[in-house]
């Protein structure tokens, strides 16, 4: 049987859910920085290390990110915003101190680095949470990738992956439902999702209401925008449908090339 400390751990993955209102609470560096050590604790490939976490608290700044992340108010709200970056710096001093040249030419480099920050991201997140505040991940720091990397003066080899707002949540988080574990879990070999299990998931989404006001713009195969649709036949698959449907952040390419990586 799992002892207390297991099943509160079990616990609070189970209950994790995005923050977007936050009170004007501050965050002590204390707290920053322990959950910030907790990201230091998740697995790292070959112990390298590559990533940072730059820690926005100065509000023009906030702001100015706000604008760059599609100036959503939870960002601007926040006392923190965080800059996740996938960072190979430190590794170009120690290469070089040794009298080696770091080859960042193939796509894995790049790849292995930006996994490295997803897992101190989650790591951190689930500290945050255990200290009693809210997150969310911001996507949208990659709107203008080539501007975040301006404002922060991110050096060669650093390219930011994700944002995230942290703070005292100024309202009970909703937790949202996820498909059921079969569609994600595949036992020897992959299986794909039956349809009704995705139309189950749609429909479960549909009734919790998030999409109401929230229809996102897609491109049909024939070039042709998407057609309204009520409500209450919007669900995850049409929301998702459109949302794959249109390409985004096209000049990411350019920006990690132009910060070091190649690649081939």
């Known amino acids: 049987m799992p002892d207390s400390s297991e099943s509160g751990v079990l616990e609070l993955l189970a209950g994790?859910?995005?923050?977007?209102?936050?009170?004007?609470?501050?965050?002590?560096?204390?707290?920053?920085?322990?959950?910030?050590e907790a990201g230091q604790r998740a697995a790292s490939s070959s112990n390298l290390h590559m990533w940072s976490a730059v820690v926005v608290r100065d509000r023009e700044r906030r702001h100015r990110l706000a604008v760059l992340c599609g100036d959503q108010a939870h960002i601007r709200s926040a006392p923190v915003f965080i800059a996740w970056c996938a960072d190979r710096n430190r590794l170009d001093r120690a290469a070089e101190s040794r009298g080696y040249r770091q080859n960042t030419e193939f796509l894995e480099s790049f790849l292995v680095a930006a996994v490295d920050t997803a897992i101190a991201m989650q790591n951190?997140?689930?500290?945050?949470?255990?200290?009693?505040?809210?997150?969310?991940?911001?996507?949208?720091?990659?709107?203008?990738?080539?501007?975040?990397?301006?404002l922060l003066e991110l050096?060669?080899?650093?390219?930011?992956v994700a944002g995230m707002?942290?703070?005292?949540?100024?309202?009970?988080?909703?937790r949202r439902p996820r498909p059921a574990l079969d569609t994600v879990l595949h036992?020897?070999?992959y299986t794909p999702a039956a349809p009704d299990q995705l139309l189950e998931y749609d429909r479960i989404m549909r009734d919790t209401g998030i999409y109401h006001g929230r229809h996102a713009e897609g491109v049909r195969p024939d070039g042709q925008s998407s057609q309204e649709v009520p409500?209450?036949?919007?669900?995850?698959?049409?929301?998702?449908?459109?949302?794959?449907?249109?390409?985004?952040?096209?000049?990411?390419?350019?920006?990690?090339?132009?910060?070091?990586?190649?690649?081939?």
């Open 16 to 36: 994790h859910a995005s923050c977007r209102a936050y009170r004007d609470d501050p965050v002590p560096e204390t707290d920053l920085r322990r959950a910030i």
């Open 124 to 150: 951190a997140t689930v500290a945050f949470e255990a200290l009693g505040y809210g997150c969310c991940y911001i996507g949208g720091l990659r709107n203008d990738t080539a501007a975040v990397v301006d």
């Open 155 to 160: 050096p060669a080899h650093v390219v930011p």
């Open 165 to 174: 707002t942290v703070g005292v949540p100024a309202r009970p988080l909703r």
């Open 187 to 189: 036992w020897e070999r």
């Open 231 to 264: 409500d209450a036949e919007y669900g995850w698959m049409e929301h998702s449908a459109r949302r794959v449907s249109v390409p985004r952040r096209t000049d990411l390419r350019s920006v990690v090339e132009r910060q070091g990586y190649g690649l081939g």
